[in-house]
């Protein structure tokens, strides 16, 4: 059974909305590109509207995560690009991707702004790893 321990290091600041260390074991890593906000035809869900984008990108990353048989625990390390970000939205990112994790440790993670995606219409990309069994 593939099991993630998250670390709480003495000397660094315990976030709630993120891990710093995982460590995980388990029998398969899963890669997963960067979701964006789009339903199944491709078409833009949210546009304009980082808080729905988020919620759909999260959603994608499920889509992802239970094809190959996983699920958001298994998730250990996810990369958020943002475009054009500002320190004002990060709540709003945090609120929608934490109901994703809630009731268990949140990956580690790392947030990353961006000039631009590829496509215009695009706030917000998010790829993600995990490990399973």
Do not use: C
């Not at 625990?73 to 945090?94: A, H, Q």
């Not at 790392?110 to 790893?129: C, D, F, N, Q, R």
Request: glycine share 10%; charged share 15%.
């Amino acid at each position: 059974m593939s099991k993630n321990q998250h670390l709480k290091p003495s000397g660094l600041h315990n976030n709630p909305a993120y891990s710093h260390v995982v460590v995980a074991s388990g029998a398969r890593t899963i890669y997963i590109s960067g979701q964006v906000a789009t339903d199944e035809e491709g078409r833009v869900v949210g546009e304009g509207d980082i808080a729905a984008q988020t919620t759909q990108v999260m959603q994608n990353l499920g889509l992802a995560l239970k094809a190959a048989g996983a699920s958001y625990s298994n998730i250990v390390k996810i990369t958020t690009f943002v475009v054009g970000y500002k320190p004002e939205v990060r709540p709003i990112i945090g609120k929608a991707r934490s109901a994703f994790f809630e009731g268990m440790e949140p990956p580690a993670s790392t947030l990353v702004g961006v000039s631009a995606l590829a496509a215009p219409e695009w706030l917000i990309e998010i790829e993600a790893v995990a490990v399973a069994d």
